[in-house]
């Protein structure tokens, strides 16, 4: 079969785009491990099927699968490259200025930004009202903190690995976080560290820890895996994606690192999130929901014929 494909990225979580308005490709897991293999197929994080809406009034269905072949409710990048797709294909008009996309994990309202071509170049996202409850992660843990609202949440649980102890706070964004600030790296083993002289989250071994803790047993539906440094000005990050492995960037993540920041006194209700891939701006507002700017951008286009 020959597939059309875009490819788009936001902050370097890039995605494999195919237009799906009639409901007819349905693609296995092998085949979406072989369009994101990066030397044998295209090469991405994901693959985003756009497909029509239940509702009516949303514009496109968002259909995200990670490059493992397993679905995910939401994804926070690859919402804002959706948009992207409709906007700058004229499915949606360039001058409304918003729109609602359709996701697994509900809906989300999209406002954006065009250029002089009615090109669309970044988008802020209303992510919804993040989930706490162990159920709603889903992690086999009891809650041991509550917020301010009066939800209980998993707050800085210590989970045992090879390398010792790490602490993470837990919080959903449709999607499972588990989001660990590595505070005192100094106590971390040196084989956790490419160069044990410089100990940092640009030298930790993100891949051993994060995959590690990615299939860990606490987690039943797995878990997308943050490691976060407070900085003065900013939160640094990294992800280990479930289903995906490290990414340049996560919306969702850097939405539950925000999220966690805050409810651990690390930082304010706003924040700068960087990321390997490019810079996040999250607020989470009174109103409990978090708002999440990025950049969302084309990277190419074409046709790929897909082995049977
Ligand atoms: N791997 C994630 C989905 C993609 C999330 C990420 N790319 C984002 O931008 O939010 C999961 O299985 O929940």
């Not at 597939?3 to 693609?27: Q, T």
């Not at 440094?229 to 990294?238: D, E, F, K, Q, Y």
């Not at 690192?257 to 999130?273: D, F, I, M, Q």
Request: proline content about 4%.
């Amino acid at each position: 079969m020959d597939l059309d494909f875009i490819k788009l990225h936001g902050a370097g979580n890039d995605f494999v785009f195919i237009e799906d308005f009639s409901r007819d490709i349905e693609l296995r897991s092998d085949q979406v491990a072989w369009l994101c293999d990066r030397h044998f197929g295209i090469g991405a994080d994901g693959i985003i099927l756009v497909r029509p809406p239940e509702n009516p009034s949303c514009a496109a269905y968002m259909h995200y699968i990670n490059s493992d072949g397993s679905l995910a409710e939401m994804c926070g990048n690859g919402v804002r490259c959706f948009a992207k797709f409709l906007v700058d294909r004229g499915y949606v008009s360039a001058e409304s200025g918003q729109l609602v996309a359709e996701t697994r994990a509900g809906e989300r309202r999209i406002s954006f930004e065009t250029d002089d071509f009615g090109k669309l170049t970044q988008a802020t996202v209303d992510m919804g009202i993040p989930e706490f409850s162990p159920s709603a992660i889903p992690i086999l843990l009891e809650a041991n903190a509550e917020t301010e609202s009066g939800a209980s949440y998993v707050r800085e649980a210590s989970l045992e690995s090879p390398w010792g102890w790490f602490s993470f706070t837990c919080v959903s964004m449709g999607n499972p976080h588990a989001v660990c600030f590595l505070d005192d790296m100094d106590g971390l083993p040196d084989e956790l560290f490419s160069d044990s002289r410089d100990k940092s989250l640009e030298t930790f071994d993100i891949e051993r820890a994060g995959a590690f803790f990615e299939a860990s047993p606490v987690f039943p539906e797995r878990a997308n895996i943050e490691f976060a440094v407070v900085g003065s000005h900013a939160l640094t990050m990294r992800v280990f994606e479930r289903g995906c492995g490290e990414t340049l960037a996560c919306g969702t993540g850097a939405c539950a690192t925000h999220v966690a920041a805050a409810l651990t006194g690390r930082a304010g209700r706003s924040n700068e999130l960087v990321l390997r891939g490019g810079t996040l701006s999250i607020e989470w507002r009174a109103d409990g929901h978090v708002l999440m700017t990025g950049p969302a951008r084309e990277s190419f286009s074409g046709t790929i014929h897909l082995p049977a």
